[in-house]
């Protein structure tokens, strides 16, 4: 119901009450002032004021371990005490309604509906609420949560405010939303929601809901042989919770046709000491409409696909695309499925990284992990060499898609989107993924009212835009990403208006810029958002740069050429100026885009001028080691997260050891900022060595202890696992791309099913 068309009297009922508990709350507490930090009255931590237009989809479901108690739903909560907008500890805190004796609007009063929490992941809690009424927009739900049966509470983000709309013939309702991020597999939280609102219907809400854990066989499962010659027989005989273990072999192409249930998995694995190459699968492994299947560490020269599917995990294989299987594909799922784990395995596709084939009519193919419906985690992937190496699906194959973690991956050589977003309906997280050698680096073509997350992504080497916001996208949310480019640094051309953006401690750097297979990459400026919204959108405190010694911007209908303009005229009014002078490494500026780089390492360097520089985001920059969070994706002092598989394991059976749990961002004691060494140094020293801050990755999906993901990461583990009981989530985003330069856009938007014709 509209606030145009609902009743007015149970509204202003709702304010004669919350008018009543502001009054007490004042004479109880002095003034109206409490302890932003007990458990009777949490923080009120204020969302940016130019959130009040967002939007999302009306397509969003009930976690089933989501359990809402409402607690005072009609009156007021305590006054919290305010705060600065950097303060180390919180976001501006939110104030109760103080409304004095001025009428008050019944359809600005807050009405809140239901909490819900679709599709929990390993790492992230999505947490929606419902409301109706609060015309002024000036309504703000801020969040904290705890282990459930702890006493201690962390802030996390407020949730934003959506607004219903429609984009792409894609529709979404008015509600708050967000996310909880990185916190530990198979664990209960209590996530308490305040909705403040100034003119009434404040209230206060606490869910508990519950982690997914790592997939895993089960306890004592029986072992089951099978051979080329005995697999069918055996599959057919299956049941749940079996271990079909394979001997050394070429298996043509198969179908699993049996389900296993959550708590007894039917696994498909190499058997004991047989090397994940030894046992190959020549075709298509299909996983069609199966329940609670995993394939662990084979090698599929094929590809793997698992329509309509429930609960798989695809761990730890060898994926060599084909182009005669399935257009060349990797892993995918051509409808809805749900609450697939998609990790460490290595997926390697046919597509060349050349100037030919480039962008939506290149001479491209394949998609590399392809994920469509709720609560899918595709994380510490290696995939390179498609067309799209990470995807969603598109217009009308986009279903419920939402609750998507896609996390820690190493993507290359992508000729049209490193990371495809596209038609995200809220809370699709790309977080820590590092992307070298892409067309379009990430992409959000559209995001559905949002928020779609792209958080501590890092991206090297962009031949068209880092951030493909097109096709009238809503809600894209950007912090903490370091992006290095030829041409434009932050740019989208969509030739439409692009709402609702967020954007905090990013670093963009650009440069000279050229034309890629007919796409251009921009002229160098630091901003180049020309359709964007500025009314909507708000975009601050972000490090920008062009190796050409300029600084010219366009923010919407507003360009700058100079920081003191790029402040004084736009809502950047924290941005700071850097250069490849920021990074530790000596980096070379990408002027060749067909190249193939290996990463660089983008750490930053004390004094660099990216630096203290970020605004506080709690859940998100937690453990800063200076004044302020850093721009980009590391903070200083920082070793690198773990991109890509996390396990060295060439046998299917589990690995010796036990199984760590992933877990959320830590920052591990010793160097920092005031120590000298490290790769950055500490923020008053120098030299050389390691990095002075150790991080743990997320949880090894074959168990055992940590392996060293590569020879670039060898020199922060060998320093001892005593260093492996903290977690570094340092967070990253992403998009895909279709569209590119305004001369070549328009021909880019062909539908989904044109652009991706395979056979399914």
Sequence with gaps: ???????????????????????????????????????????AQEVNAADGDAATNEEYGVGANAAAVESDAAAAPAVATAGTEDSAATFPLATAALVGTAAVDPANVSVPGTVTTPNPTLQNITVEWAFTGDANANAVVNVRYRKTGSSTWSNSLPLRRISAGTTQGKSWATRHSGSVFDLQPATAYDIELALVDADGGSSTRTVNVTTRAVPAPMAGAPIKPATPSTFKTVMAAAQSGDIIELAAGTYTSFTVSKDGSEAKPIVIRPATGVARSAVVVSGELSLIGRKYVQIRGLTVNGRIRYNSSLGLAIVGNQVNAQTSVGNGDGIVTWNASENAYIADNTVVGTTLWNTAALGNNGANRGEGILVAGPGHVVMNNRVRGFRDNISLLEDSGAVR??????????????????????????????????????????????????????????????AHVAFKLYRTSYGDVLLHNTVVKNGDGLAAYPGVPIHNLYSRNNLFIGGPGASWGGYSAGSGKVIALETLNTANSSLDHDALGSTLGSFDSRMGSIRTSTLADLRAKTTQKNAVQVGLGAFAASIAFPSAAMTSFTPPDLRLKSGGGATDVGQVLPGINDGFSGTKPDAGAYELGAALPVYGPRIACERGGTPPGRRPTPRGPRFVAGGGRGAGGGGGGGRGGGGGGGPSVRPVGPALALGGAPQAPSSTHTGAWSLGRSFLRGTLSMLQAVTRGRSASPTRMWSMRRPWFLRKARLR
């Design 1 to 43: 119901m509209s606030p145009s068309s609902s009743p007015t009297t149970p509204r202003l009922r709702l304010l004669h009450i919350a008018l009543l508990g502001a009054c007490a709350a004042l004479a109880a507490c002095g003034g109206g002032q409490t302890d932003a930090g007990t458990e009777s009255s949490p923080a």
């Design 401 to 462: 898609q939402y609750s998507i973690d896609i996390l820690n991956n190493e993507i290359s050589e992508a000729a049209d989107d490193g990371i495809e977003a596209d038609f995200c309906f809220h809370n699709c997280r790309i977080m820590r993924n590092r992307l070298t050698n892409t067309f379009i680096a990430m992409s959000s073509q559209p995001g559905l009212g949002g928020p779609t997350w792209f958080i501590r992504n890092v991206a090297y080497n962009v």
